[in-house]
Each structure stands twice: as structure tokens, then as C-alpha cells.
């Protein structure tokens, strides 16, 4: 249970679809965030959950299958203290000023071609780009007392 004194952070990833790089980031964010992280996701034009980002996650032990795809008036966005881009700036929306905004601009892996195996391999590489830049980002917190 957190104490009235923890301060309670959230963090936001955005992309167009909210189907298949901000679900990832979702699902990999809840499965490693320190204590006192609350994790959301959504997307300016929402669609479904992509069936390959669902696959190449349970490949990981993570399981976003309940995962449903948000627009952003759908979530607390402004609670939220940090707030990740994962789509180029043209069409994800505008952050206030006071939220610190990181862009991590990956490819959508739901456009990347046509052939089931070459989209699974980008699938992958995406969630192990957003792997790795959530590691390095938990690494720069203060830890939660």
C-alpha cells in the first residue's frame, strides 16, 4: 500500500493507432516499472490491439491479449508527469510544457510490408527498442520510498 507521502508517478505512451508500439511500451512498462509507477497507454486515432504485437510480447512472458486500444480522452493524460511519443511528431498531439516529453520515434511495425516473417521481425525489434530505452530510462529515477 502506498503512504500518503509517495508521490505517485505516471507515465504515458503515445502513438497513432494505439495498437502496436504504445501497447508494447504499455505492456513492457507495467511488467518492469519501479514501485509507484501507474502506466497508460493511447493513440490520437485508436484502433484494435495488433494480433502480432499480442504474439511477439507472449514471446516475452507478457501478456497484452486484454489490452484494449485507447484514445487519449480516454486516460488520465493529465496526470501524467512523463509523457513518451513513439510515432513522429507531425502526428502525435502536443504535450503541456510542464510534462516532461520524451520522443522515442520507431517505426509502426503494422506498416512495415506485407510478408508475416519480415512484420514479426520488425514486431520484435520494436519491442526490443522500446526494451531498451525503457531500462535505460527506469535506471534515471529516484527510487520511490
Same mark, same amino acid.
Given at each position: 500500500?502506498?503512504?500518503?507521502?509517495?508521490?505517485?508517478?505516471?507515465?504515458?505512451?503515445?502513438?497513432?493507432?494505439?495498437?502496436?508500439?504504445?501497447?508494447?511500451?504499455?505492456?513492457?512498462a507495467?511488467?518492469?516499472?519501479?514501485?509507484?509507477?501507474?502506466?497508460?497507454?493511447?493513440?490520437?486515432?485508436?484502433?484494435?490491439?495488433?494480433?502480432?504485437?499480442?504474439? @511477439?510480447? &507472449?514471446?516475452?512472458?507478457? *501478456? %497484452?491479449?486484454?489490452?484494449?486500444?485507447?484514445?487519449?480522452?480516454?486516460? /488520465?493524460?493529465?496526470?501524467?508527469?512523463?509523457?513518451?511519443?513513439?510515432?513522429?511528431?507531425?502526428v502525435c498531439p502536443?504535450?503541456?510544457?510542464?510534462?516532461?516529453?520524451?520522443?522515442?520515434?520507431?517505426?509502426?511495425?503494422?506498416?512495415?510490408?506485407?510478408?508475416?516473417?519480415?512484420?514479426?521481425? @520488425?514486431? &520484435?525489434?520494436?519491442?526490443? *527498442? %522500446?526494451?531498451?530505452?525503457?531500462?535505460?530510462?527506469?535506471?534515471?529515477? /529516484?527510487?520511490?520510498?
Amino acid at each position: 500500500m502506498t503512504s500518503a507521502s509517495e508521490h505517485i508517478s505516471t507515465i504515458v505512451f503515445l502513438c497513432v493507432a494505439n495498437s502496436a508500439r504504445s501497447q508494447m511500451a504499455e505492456g513492457l512498462a507495467r511488467a518492469t516499472a519501479p514501485s509507484g509507477w501507474r502506466v497508460y497507454s493511447a493513440g490520437t486515432r485508436p484502433n484494435m490491439v495488433h494480433p502480432l504485437a499480442i504474439m @511477439v510480447m &507472449r514471446e516475452i512472458d507478457i *501478456d %497484452i491479449s486484454h489490452h484494449r486500444s485507447k484514445a487519449i480522452e480516454d486516460i /488520465p493524460i493529465h496526470e501524467a508527469d512523463v509523457v513518451v511519443t513513439l510515432c513522429s511528431e507531425e502526428v502525435c498531439p502536443t504535450i503541456n510544457s510542464d510534462t516532461q516529453h520524451l520522443r522515442w520515434p520507431l517505426p509502426d511495425p503494422a506498416t512495415e510490408g506485407d510478408m508475416i516473417r519480415y512484420q514479426l521481425d @520488425v514486431f &520484435r525489434s520494436v519491442r526490443d *527498442d %522500446i526494451r531498451q530505452k525503457l531500462t535505460s530510462f527506469w535506471d534515471t529515477q /529516484p527510487a520511490k520510498r
